[in-house]
């Protein structure tokens, strides 16, 4: 665990101090980082030129399902996106 700790704050360039020592399957420190998560990581800003009527989205993922056909995972950015649009 600490050289995994360590080349990964080095590979994202922070400090191996800060990285979290969890296990989802032992229910160890998850509680920890969710908080941690809501303390540090901000919603996104609004985009300056967006007035709420135009809808934007950013694709994420697409596949195909033999079923249901082509699949799109996407993102909202603005806008409102209702049931049957």
Known sequence: PLEVALAVSDLFAFDPDTIMKTSA??????????????????????????????????????????RRGVVCLVRLLSGILSEND
């Open 25 to 66: 399957r032992n229910r160890i420190g998850v509680r920890e980082l969710l908080d941690s998560v809501c303390e540090n990581i901000h919603p996104p800003s609004s985009l300056s030129d967006d007035d709420g009527t135009m809808l934007r989205a950013k694709v994420i993922d697409s596949w195909f399902e033999p």
